[in-house]
Antibody, heavy 119, light 107 residues
Framework: EVQLVESGGGLVQPGGSLRLSCAAS????????INWVRQAPGKGLEWVSY????????YYADSVKGRFTISRDNAKNSLFLQMNSLRAEDTAVYYC????????????WGQGTLVTVSS | DIQMTQSPSSLSASVGDRVTITCRAS??????LNWYQQKPGKAPKVLIY???SLQSGVPSRFSGSGSGTDFTLTISSLQPEDFATYYC?????????FGQGTRLEIK
């Protein structure tokens, strides 16, 4: 069974940092691209970042470029999102989400982890 | 960036109704259009990919059509479990973008 389990969310002050993790199981992690997608409370879905299977291709939304860094460890079946200089507008549930490529749909999602940026 | 616009933003319908949701892209995206269903407190689930391909395990009452800039998601006969929010998403180019969502409510 494919599973994606996010962790690392919590309450952080504006300007602070947080590192999200996503543990994958039930599939060959190194063969898939992974995305981070977020959803602010009561709002729609916003794509945040993408990393290819080998980490050779990385993309970011303009809203997080220069502040967030995506990475992965295929040996440990893990994905990460380092979030720096956090703002109130970064408050959201963050999902890790599997796809084959940027042209493919997201076929599996984690359950999400909530990040709250507030003083 | 490619803007995705869904209509309507909300919709009231009854069990057994036929429902259509539309999604328009600000430029041509070929058939790189996906539809997702999201229920409250849950992660989204893909229903249709590449505009018209039914994801494995999704009931056949869901169908998608379109290409270029105009797309539709149709539910042929609404079931109680279909009341949810639906999102379209373009996977033609980055940044990947979603429509604003269509909330489907029980009449």
């Amino acid at each position: 069974e494919v599973q994606l389990v996010e962790s690392g969310g919590g309450l952080v002050q504006p300007g602070g940092s947080l590192r999200l993790s996503c543990a994958a199981s039930g599939f060959t992690f190194s063969s898939y691209s992974i995305n981070w997608v977020r959803q602010a409370p009561g709002k729609g879905l916003e794509w945040v970042s993408y990393i290819s299977s080998s980490s050779s291709i990385i993309y970011y939304a303009d809203s997080v470029k220069g502040r967030f860094t995506i990475s992965r460890d295929n040996a440990k079946n893990s994905l990460f999102l380092q979030m720096n200089s956090l703002r109130a507008e970064d408050t959201a549930v963050y999902y890790c989400a599997r796809s084959r490529s940027t042209h493919s749909p997201v076929d599996y999602w984690g359950q999400g982890t909530l990040v709250t940026v507030s003083s | 960036d490619i803007q995705m616009t869904q209509s309507p933003s909300s919709l009231s319908a009854s069990v057994g109704d036929r429902v259509t949701i539309t999604c328009r892209a600000s430029q041509s995206i070929s058939s790189y259009l996906n539809w997702y269903q999201q229920k409250p407190g849950k992660a989204p689930k893909v229903l249709i990919y590449d505009a018209s391909s039914l994801q494995s395990g999704v009931p056949s009452r869901f169908s998608g059509s379109g290409s270029g800039t105009d797309f539709t998601l149709t539910i042929s006969s609404l079931q109680p479990e279909d009341f949810a929010t639906y999102y379209c998403q373009q996977s033609y180019s980055t940044p990947i973008t979603f429509g604003q969502g269509t909330r489907l409510e029980i009449k």
